[in-house]
């Protein structure tokens, strides 16, 4: 195997458990809240959602800080920061006696993440040119294979071997890959070159970074993407009662539907970013937001189960190819020795997204439905395609700055 494989290899494995201990206490985290002595509906609701947000907003506040220290010091460096701690602060979660303990150990995570924009920069300045679609594609399938394995392990194990249990075992395999990434990952960084150039604060590279006026429009498509996708994730297992009842397998099917794009999505991936290799991914990301935005308005006119499996299934396929484009094209304009603090700010952009997403569209749900969300998706993803073509088609993909 070529350095960039073994790279690619090992790093997928690692933003699979980073993304599966992060989404592994979806199914059970009301019910580690309620074994810890909270007992009304009320407060088990409030508590499960500031815990699992405490997690993207520290992350959205910290992410160009670890960005800006990488381009100093390395991306491998980040990695390992992030990998360890992250495994310690897992760890200890399982050792939490109150939603306060749990949503301060949640927080922290947020602060010291950082593991998937380090992997992100770290390939893409280790990976030659023609190989750097497959591989971001490759590498986001990674981490969507843990978001959708992730709750359904920890749905399993919770049932075998308890709440706690499952933080230690998530500890100790962040453990091992971190272990993995300290001995088999191999990164070209002149470390000396880096700290003799003129050290900038947040707002300064920012200010750099907007100097290339791509890079502002691919954060923003990044955050409507995220915004548009997860407005209404949350509250897919509610339509999907509505479509099939209350009778039996009810759970089986929601959990279906929610998984459904994860797997076309981590089919398509790898497939959709050797594509981008060839035919360049500003064309492969206004193809998939276009594709996007049809898919979600099938899902506003479903009557059965099938139907909807079918158009979330299609929408994974274009999922597929936005963020990995995205991406690709980061590497494309930045500025040389700026690319993890680049990619932070891109990260921040996604949490963001994140956190607004369900948050406006639980707010949103009262007035227009579901469906209506659909709708929203739709007319976002589109506005945002029209937004690529203005600001991305110019006569062709330049070439990286510096």
């Known amino acids: 195997m070529a350095r960039w494989q073994i790279n690619l290899t090992v790093l997928w494995l690692g933003q699979f458990l980073v993304m599966g201990g992060m989404t592994m206490i979806i199914p059970f985290l009301p019910l580690y809240i309620q074994e810890m002595g909270v007992t009304d509906a009320h407060e088990v609701a409030m508590w499960s959602s500031v815990i699992f947000a405490g997690n993207f907003v520290t992350s959205f506040l910290f992410q160009p800080l670890w960005g800006g220290l990488a381009d100093r010091y390395g991306r491998k460096v980040m990695l390992l920061r992030s990998g360890f701690g992250m495994a310690v602060v897992m760890t200890l979660m399982g050792f939490a006696s109150d939603p306060l303990h749990l949503l301060l150990l949640r927080v922290m995570n947020g602060v010291i993440s950082g593991f998937m924009p380090a992997a992100v920069a770290l390939m ?12 971001m594609g490759t590498l986001q399938s990674g981490g969507v294979a843990g978001s959708i394995l992730g ?11 308890g709440f706690r249990s499952i933080f230690y075992i998530t500890g100790i395999l962040l453990f091992c890959a971190s272990l993995l990434a300290l ?4 990164e070209k960084f002149d470390a000396s070159a880096a700290q003799s150039k003129p050290k900038i604060s947040l707002l300064q590279g920012f200010r750099e ?16 993407i995220q915004f548009s996708m997860l407005s209404s994730m ?8 509505e479509l099939h009842g209350k009778g039996e397998m009810l759970a089986f099917y929601a959990g279906l539907v929610g998984s459904v794009t994860g797997f076309s999505n981590m089919i398509a991936s790898p497939l959709l970013g050797r594509l981008s290799d060839r035919i360049g991914p500003v ?12 898919s979600f308005i099938p899902q506003a006119l479903v009557t059965n189960i099938w139907q909807l499996l079918a158009a979330r299934f299609m929408l994974g396929i274009f999922m597929g190819g936005m963020l990995p484009s995205v991406q690709m094209l980061i590497r494309t304009y930045t500025p040389n020795g700026m690319e993890s603090r680049s990619y932070s700010f891109n990260t921040s952009a996604l949490s963001l997204g994140n956190m607004l997403g369900p948050v406006v569209g639980g707010v949103l749900s009262s007035s227009i439905g579901i469906k209506g969300l659909f709708v929203m998706a739709a007319v976002l993803l589109f506005a945002n395609m029209l937004w690529v073509r203005k600001t991305l088609f110019h006569g062709g993909t330049k070439q990286r700055a510096g």
Do not use: D, H, M
């Not at 001995?183 to 191999?186: A, D, E, G, P, Q």
């Open 209 to 224: 970074l907007k100097q290339t006026r791509e890079l502002p429009a691919l954060y923003a498509v990044t955050f409507v």
């Open 183 to 186: 001995f088999l990952v191999k």
């Open 151 to 161: 709750p359904f392990i920890g749905g399993l194990l919770a049932e075998w071997i």
């Open 234 to 241: 949350a509250l897919i297992p509610l339509f999907v009662q």
């Open 283 to 294: 064309k492969i990301l206004a193809f998939c937001l276009l594709g996007a935005a049809v």
């Open 124 to 135: 893409s300045t280790n990976t030659p040119r023609e190989k750097i679609g497959f591989a």
